[in-house]
């Protein structure tokens, strides 16, 4: 059975920096795509980046271009969003969520995916 599990969520200020993990256990790690995507008070969730499994395609929403950076670590199963030059906008939970592949990864990012984790919380202060 597919488990995500988030980590690395926390208080920074802006301008700081974080690096959230998805560990993804009980499913061949690299047929499936992976998705960060948050949540923030008042608003709808959001794709921030997605990368794909076999060839690694990357997707990042125009409010993080520049600043995010998704990466897979196939050996040890994992996913990383590198967030950097962080902006109190970028407050929110952040959940890590997975999608068997063959799937478009831009549109993937939009609509959401098939499995998801629990969600590590992200406060950016001013």
């Known amino acids: 059975q597919l488990q995500l599990v988030e980590s690395g969520g926390g208080l920074v200020q802006a301008g700081g920096s974080l690096r959230l993990s998805c560990a993804v256990s009980g499913v061949t790690f690299n047929w499936y795509a992976i998705g960060w995507f948050r949540q923030s008070p008042g608003k709808e969730r959001e794709g921030v980046s997605c990368i794909g499994g076999t060839m690694e395609t990357t997707h990042y929403a125009d409010s993080v271009k520049g600043r995010f950076t998704i990466s897979r670590d196939n050996a040890r199963r994992t996913v990383y969003l590198e967030m950097t030059n962080l902006k109190p906008e970028d407050t929110g939970v952040y959940y890590c969520?997975?999608?068997?592949?063959?799937?478009?990864?831009?549109?993937?990012?939009?609509?959401?995916?098939?499995?998801w984790g629990k969600g590590t919380p992200v406060t950016v202060s001013s």
């Open positions: 969520a997975a999608h068997l592949e063959p799937v478009h990864v831009p549109t993937m990012c939009l609509t959401g995916m098939e499995h």
